[in-house]
């Protein structure tokens, strides 16, 4: 059975919301016809411009720029908003992991300990905690349910599933309303293309630049990709739905693309002649991930709406618009 609870006029942290996914679910969100959202990014990855249109659609919106890490200057935004749910994206990528393993995993850990304690605190009233598909590793058998092995391979990956871990230890030892939305690979607009940057943008940017594509390892690894508005629809139900509480759900398009397929249909909208070079696997890397979304159906009503192909031909355009050459 699904429970509905509205959003409408609540009060709603997001951290990371300058980021890639965050400024879609802020996007969404305010459809929800929130009180406020509140937006905590330190805008280390994250873009003012990513906020634009959701400045320009909802007065309510505050953006403050503060590192999630930093406990006591976080509580006291909370202490002077007065928030009903949070959902915590904010992250340290994957690829800085491999750079400054230490930092990056401390500081993703800090922050989800961080907003634990402020629900144990009673600073507001529901966390929705961003998990990673990357806290599997790869497939030991597919599709991959939430019942599949946490075998992290990269650190940024082991602080995502540790985060996970913290998350259900507040769920288990404080009967705490938490929730982990558990996305596969997201695309789409506003990712990131700069430094850090994840294969479609930085696959377009080399287009763009007249430069050959490389691809890292066969092409034969695989992934789950979703469009990064479907990944911020499932947020918004999580938000909305008091099931998902205790609970971790995989949020994914229930498909896998291999890197050689996703390629292909990157180059196909870019009408891209040049050759593809294979370089050295990345570290890490995992080889294999294809999502079982049954939980997602069955406690949210998912579906995914965008297909691959269609979903690609949306992201190259918004970055044939939006990328500069340089
Ligand atoms: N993009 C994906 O494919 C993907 C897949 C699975 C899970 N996720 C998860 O989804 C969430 C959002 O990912 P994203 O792709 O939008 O990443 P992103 O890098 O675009 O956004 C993360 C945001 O966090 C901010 N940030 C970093 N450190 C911070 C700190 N100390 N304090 C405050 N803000 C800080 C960054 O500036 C950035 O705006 C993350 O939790 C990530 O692990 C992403």
Redesign the pocket.
């Known amino acids: 059975m699904l429970k509905e609870l509205s959003l409408k006029n609540k009060s709603i942290v997001v951290?990371?919301g300058?980021?890639?996914?965050?400024s879609h679910l802020v996007d969404a969100l305010i459809k929800e016809e929130p009180e406020k959202i509140i937006v905590?990014?330190?805008?280390?990855?994250?873009k003012k411009e990513n906020l634009k249109e959701a400045e320009e659609n909802f007065q309510n919106l505050k953006i403050i720029n503060?590192?999630?890490?930093d406990y006591k200057s976080v509580k006291k935004i909370f202490e002077n908003e007065g928030v009903d749910i949070t959902y915590n994206?904010?992250?340290?990528?994957l690829p800085a992991s491999l750079e400054d393993p230490l930092g990056s995993t401390l500081?993703n850990l800090k922050?989800i300990i961080n907003v634990c304690e402020l629900l144990r605190k009673g600073f507001f009233k529901k966390l929705i905690n961003?998990?990673?598909?990357?806290a599997y590793g790869t497939a030991r058998k597919v599709p991959m349910n939430e019942e599949h092995p946490l075998n992290p391979e990269t650190p940024y990956a082991a602080s995502?599933a540790g985060g996970d871990l913290i998350v259900d230890s507040y769920f288990r030892t404080f009967k705490l309303p938490v929730a982990t939305l558990r996305?596969?690979?997201?695309y789409g607009p506003r990712?990131?293309a700069g430094k850090f940057a994840?294969i479609i943008p930085l696959t377009i940017k080399r287009i763009m630049n007249n430069e050959n594509i490389v691809i890292n390892g066969d092409g034969e690894q695989t992934r789950d990709f979703i469009f990064v508005t479907d990944t911020a629809k499932a947020a918004v139900e999580f938000g909305k739905n008091s099931n998902v509480i205790g609970k971790t759900i995989n949020v994914a398009s229930g498909r896998e693309i291999s890197i050689n397929y996703l390629i292909e249909l990157i180059k196909k909208e870019f009408n891209y002649k040049g050759e593809v070079t294979y370089g050295p696997e990345r570290p890490g890397d995992v080889r294999r991930h294809f999502a079982d979304i049954s939980l997602a159906k069955k406690i949210l009503g998912f579906e995914p709406s965008v297909k691959i192909e269609d979903g690609i031909k949306v992201t190259c355009d918004w970055y044939k618009k939006n990328l500069s050459k340089n």
């Open positions: 951290t990371g300058a980021g890639f996914i965050g905590v990014c330190n805008f280390s990855l994250g503060q590192s999630v890490a994206l904010a992250v340290i990528p500081e922050m961003f998990s990673s598909s990357e995502k996305p596969f690979n997201n990712q990131n994840g």
